[in-house]
């Protein structure tokens, strides 16, 4: 077998690339992809924030709406939930004993001078309250009386309040639906929903992270879905000690502040799409019974930021409107934070909370004749 020998001649030369061209190339390469990736995480950005703040302004317009066309009249909205007699005993006593340093624990003679007095313990005061008995706080007197009949009738748009704080009719405050059931039915006549199974979703218990055998109580038309919308409202642990907005008085008879109770819900932000888990594309709401939706967060799950605490999701800005001499003046107060940031530093959550913990109120909203106001801002849709 004979080997043909390859003949390079001066006009027959191989060619090949240098090093240095290699890695030429190898740089442009990698700055291209360098640029894809920074280009393509922009955009995964812009999109939880823009179906994030689609979630919350939705949220937002139809409690709107509910707490707008509030009647009275309507069984809808003054329905109220039953809570199990068990459920009371442990969890809300009949009389808050947080409150009693609130019902006088003395009298005060005729010229004004506090005058101590015996009176019951605490344990057999609020036993005696709840019965229809309240402390008579008479110049003089120091006694408990009977309130006859029990409960008290009040005028037409009246309510009784009995709590450590009332003894009195009060007029009834607008409220959103104090029943679950019926909060979901009315959601959904504001809503722009999806045909199908509605108000009969999943109960979501505390603790739970993933939503893919879960099924929504509702789904609207841009594929966003509410879970958790039927669950009767309950106290808001994180929003204990919220700025006083009113209250109504449940089945038995406690009173519930509106800033502090309400719904919790879960909403998947992007639907079918995504893992639908908490914190990744499920997201918890807070609704207020006076209409405030609040965005939660969690730092102890998410130290980076996700949901209220991230302006990845949502960012607003804080300005306070100052009128002096007769002119009114537009100061802002931030730009561009967090909701959490705004909200607690604006006074649109109470700065007591745990809510606010870290997050204290601006000095300007707390003088006299401040007006902050909370504006969210819509972010730039370019995908």
């Avoid at 703040?53 to 066309?69: E, G, K």
């Avoid at 450590?164 to 104090?178: D, E, F, M, V």
């Avoid at 605490?309 to 007769?326: A, C, F, T, W």
């Amino acid at each position: 077998m004979k080997i043909k020998m390859l003949n390079i001649t001066a006009n027959n030369k191989l060619f090949a690339y240098t090093l240095a061209e290699i890695v030429t190339v190898l740089i442009v390469v990698a700055v291209i992809i360098s640029v894809t990736i920074g280009v393509t995480k922009a955009k995964l950005d812009n999109v939880i924030s823009y179906t994030y703040y689609s979630a919350y302004s939705a949220l937002r317009a139809v409690i709107s709406q509910i707490l707008t066309d509030y009647d009275s009249s309507n069984s809808m909205y003054t329905d109220l939930s039953y809570v199990p007699e068990s459920f009371l005993l442990k969890k809300i006593p009949c009389f808050v004993l947080s409150y009693l340093n609130l019902n006088p624990s003395y009298a005060f003679t005729e010229s004004g001078e506090p005058m101590p007095c015996s009176e019951p313990d605490s344990e057999e005061r609020s036993i005696q309250y709840c019965q229809g008995k309240e402390f008579d706080n008479t110049p003089g007197v120091c006694s408990w009386k009977q309130i006859v009949p029990w409960p008290p009738s009040c005028p037409e748009g009246e309510q009784w309040n009995n709590s450590a704080t009332g003894c009195r009719c009060a007029q009834i405050p607008k409220t959103l639906p104090r029943k679950g059931e019926n909060f979901c039915k009315v959601f959904t006549n504001y809503a722009n929903t999806i045909g199908g199974s509605q108000c009969s979703g999943s109960v979501v218990y505390p603790g739970t992270t993933n939503f893919t055998d879960k099924t929504p109580d509702l789904i609207l038309r841009n594929g966003i879905r509410i879970y958790n919308l039927r669950q009767n409202p309950e106290r808001i642990l994180v929003l204990q000690n919220n700025t006083d907005a009113g209250f109504y008085m449940d089945s038995s008879g406690n009173e519930m502040k509106l800033s502090e109770s309400g719904y919790t819900l879960y909403v998947d932000i992007d639907g079918q799409n995504g893992p639908s888990e908490l914190w990744q594309d499920v997201y918890p709401f807070y609704i207020t019974m006076s209409g405030k939706v609040i965005p939660g967060y969690d730092k102890s799950t998410n130290p980076d930021g996700s949901g209220a605490d991230s302006i990845k999701h949502l960012q607003v800005s804080v300005q306070n409107e100052i009128i002096s001499e007769g002119k009114r003046k537009m100061e802002w107060l931030s730009k561009s934070v967090s909701f959490v940031q705004g909200a607690c530093q604006s006074g649109y959550v109470g700065s007591l909370t745990p809510y606010c913990t870290g997050y204290p109120v601006s000095e300007k909203c707390q003088l006299s004749g401040a007006n902050c106001m909370l504006k969210q801002i819509k972010p730039v849709k370019f995908f």
